[in-house]
C-alpha cells in the first residue's frame, strides 16, 4: 500500500520506518522535501528504495492511506490540512490522526484543546469525506512499532471499514489488541489519556510505559 504521511518530524519518520519495515511505500509530506534532514532520512529509512518526500499536497494525492503527523499546535495542523486536501485529494481515504493539542511546560502539561472538544473532531469536521480514524495518540513514539511488551492501541472513528483498516495496521504493528472507542467524539477522551501518558513521562522521568485496559475478573 502507498502511505502517505503529512508531517517529517520525529513522529512521522518513527511512523514511516514502520510503515516501511511492513513491506508498504511511503512518501513523507513536508513543507520543503529537498531539505538537509529530509534527504538524510531518505538515505537512512530502512528501505530507502520505498521511500521518497513530496509536498503535503502531492503526498496527500498519490496516497491510499494518509497519516496525520503533524505538530501539536493547531494552527500548524490545520495549515497542513488545508494544504493536501485541495482537489478532493483526500475524500474517500482512509486518514488516522495521531495528534494531541498537548502543550508542555515542564513540570505542566496542558491540552489546548479540550472539554467537548478535540483534535480528532475538528480533523473530522475540516474534512467531511474523509474517513478519519483516531490512533498513535496514547503511547510515546519509542513504541509505536512492536512495542515492548502487552500495550492496547485506542482508536475511535465515524466509519466501520476504516476502523477495521486501521485495526489491522496495529496489528501488524505488533499491537496484540485494539481497543474501539467509539465514533470520533472519542478523540476527547483518547487525547487526554495521550496527554497522560506525557504527565507520567515527566513525574517518573521514564518513557517505558503505555496503556493496557485490564478485566478484573481475569
Excluded at 47 to 71: K, W
Excluded at 151 to 170: H, L, P, R, S, W
Aim: aromatic content about 6%; charged content about 20%.
Amino acid at each position: 500500500m502507498k502511505i502517505g504521511i503529512l508531517g517529517s518530524g520525529n513522529v512521522g519518520q518513527t511512523l514511516a520506518s514502520g510503515f516501511l519495515s511492513e513491506g508498504h511505500t511511503v512518501v513523507l509530506g513536508t513543507r520543503d522535501p529537498t531539505s538537509a534532514k529530509i534527504v538524510q532520512w531518505l538515505k537512512s529509512a530502512p528501505h530507502p528504495d520505498r521511500s521518497s518526500a513530496a509536498s503535503y499536497a502531492d503526498t496527500a494525492a498519490g496516497a491510499e492511506l494518509v497519516v496525520l503527523a503533524s505538530p501539536s499546535d493547531w494552527a500548524a495542523t490545520e495549515e497542513v490540512i488545508r494544504a493536501a486536501s485541495g482537489g478532493g485529494a483526500l475524500d474517500g481515504k482512509v486518514l488516522i490522526d495521531t495528534v494531541n493539542a498537548t502543550v508542555v511546560e515542564y513540570p505542566k502539561v496542558e491540552l489546548v484543546i479540550a472539554g467537548n472538544d478535540s483534535v480528532g473532531e475538528r480533523v473530522q469536521s475540516l474534512l467531511p469525506n474523509t474517513h478519519v480514524v483516531k490512533m498513535f495518540n496514547t503511547i510515546g513514539l519509542d513504541h509505536f512499532y512492536k512495542p515492548k511488551g502487552p500495550a492496547d492501541m485506542f482508536i475511535c472513528g465515524n466509519d466501520a471499514a476504516a476502523k477495521v483498516t486501521a485495526t489491522e495496521i496495529a496489528l501488524a504493528f505488533g499491537y496484540p489488541r485494539v481497543i474501539d472507542t467509539g465514533d470520533i467524539q472519542s478523540s476527547r477522551f483518547l487525547e487526554s489519556l495521550g496527554a497522560l501518558w506525557v504527565v507520567h513521562a515527566l513525574r517518573g522521568q521514564t518513557r517505558r510505559h503505555a496503556w493496557k485496559l485490564i478485566d478484573l475478573d481475569e
